[in-house]
Nanobody
Framework: QVQLVESGGGLVQAGGSLRLSCAAS????????MGWYRQAPGKQRELVAT???????NYADSVKGRFTISRDNAKNTVYLQMNSLKPEDTAVYYC?????????WGQGTQVTVSS
């Protein structure tokens, strides 16, 4: 089992920045991919960014150039640095980890960007 705990969400004005963190505990060994998804009100959950244990990154087109995902394998923690935030980035952000083909999810953290 893997437990994921997110932190760092909040309210920010458009153009501002936030940094999300997600720490994995329990049995975090052999986690291959960690990442972030988001879900806005009335919309489906969508990919934001992922990173493999080798550092390979993948981003949604909507966040490329503004968001950066990084990972500290020693701490079993993944980060999402979000810059130049827009009101349309407002959503609940969920951390995810894939281990032995199973996806684990965090509880989510709210990010609200005011215009």
């Amino acid at each position: 089992q893997v437990q994921l705990v997110e932190s760092g969400g909040g309210l920010v004005q458009a153009g501002g920045s936030l940094r999300l963190s997600c720490a994995a505990s329990g049995s975090p060994f052999s986690i291959v991919v960690m990442g972030w998804y988001r879900q806005a009100p009335g919309k489906q959950r969508e990919l934001v960014a992922t990173i493999t244990n080798g550092g390979r990154q993948n981003y949604a087109d909507s966040v490329k150039g503004r968001f950066t995902i990084s990972r500290d394998n020693a701490k079993n923690t993944v980060y999402l640095q979000m810059n130049s935030l827009k009101p349309e980035d407002t959503a609940v952000y969920y951390c995810t980890a894939t281990r032995f083909g199973f996806d684990y999810w965090g509880q989510g953290t709210q990010v609200t960007v005011s215009s």
